[in-house]
């Protein structure tokens, strides 16, 4: 049941774009994006709550499409600080509510060179 | 703001030993708190919930005995490692829910078992 993400691994040169997909097998409630650099906590980009939303940090933006049970992350512009790994949290949706608990993906490797 | 802590930061213990975790919300209330654990270059695997003023909620293979954790005030929460193994040795990461649903990530703990 863990989110599968897309690709894997992507190198850019600075100032290119990317994308980075996450897709479930489950219907979702919610999306969360974040990034984590070597040896450091997750830090947290976005979370996109209904289906169509799209959300937007600095020049990073994700859409989340409910009925297709997935959300893309769209790098633009990309700046050596956007290095890192990438994961998407995905909470199921509930019949007797939400709890919070997010399922995470394996992640995306993103590395930015000069 | 929405800063977590943990401490402590790295422990390195006897097999045999436990060892306590402690993630601290500092500039906010999280009723719920979550304890992942992270293999190098994997995804975060999430232990259990916790919950203020009641039993954490553990998630499916992992042993609640094993892991102890106790949700003392509406600020902390606590991991213990009980009589820790080699295998126990992995990055444990704490996140607190904050407004909105979001997860904010601690700086992780990196525990090494000889």
């Known amino acids: 049941q863990q989110p599968v993400q897309s690709p894997q691994a992507v190198i850019l040169r600075e100032g290119e774009d990317a994308v980075i997909n996450c897709s479930s097998s489950?219907?979702?409630?919610?999306v969360h994006w974040y990034r984590q650099k070597h040896g450091e906590a997750p830090v947290f980009l976005m979370i996109?709550?209904?289906?169509?939303e799209q959300k937007g940090h600095e020049k990073i933006s994700a859409s989340f499409n409910e009925k297709k049970q997935q959300s893309s992350l769209y790098l633009t512009a990309s700046q050596l600080s956007y290095s890192g790994t990438y994961f998407c949290?995905?909470?199921?949706?509930?019949?007797?509510?939400?709890?919070?608990?997010?399922?995470f993906g394996q992640g995306t490797t993103l590395q930015v060179k000069p | 703001g929405a800063v977590v802590s943990q401490h402590p930061s790295r422990v390195i213990c006897k097999s045999g030993t436990s060892v306590k975790i402690e993630c601290r919300s500092l500039?906010?209330?999280?009723?719920?708190m979550f304890w992942y654990r992270q293999f190098p270059k994997q995804s975060l695997m999430l232990m259990a919930t916790?919950?203020?003023?009641?039993?954490?909620?553990?998630e499916q293979g992992v042993e609640k005995d094993k892991f102890l954790i106790n949700h003392a005030s509406l600020t902390l929460s606590t991991l213990t490692v009980t009589s820790a193994h080699p295998e126990d040795s992995s990055f444990y990461i704490c996140?607190?829910?904050?407004?909105?649903?979001?997860?904010?990530f601690g700086p992780g703990t990196r525990l090494t078992v000889l």
């Open positions: 996140s607190a829910e904050g407004a909105g649903g979001t997860q904010y």
């Open positions: 489950k219907a979702l409630y919610s």
């Open positions: 996109l709550l209904k289906g169509g």
């Open positions: 949290g995905t909470e199921k949706i509930l019949g007797s509510g939400n709890t919070g608990k997010l399922i």
């Open positions: 500039d906010f209330q999280a009723t719920t």
């Open positions: 916790s919950n203020e003023g009641s039993k954490a909620t553990y």
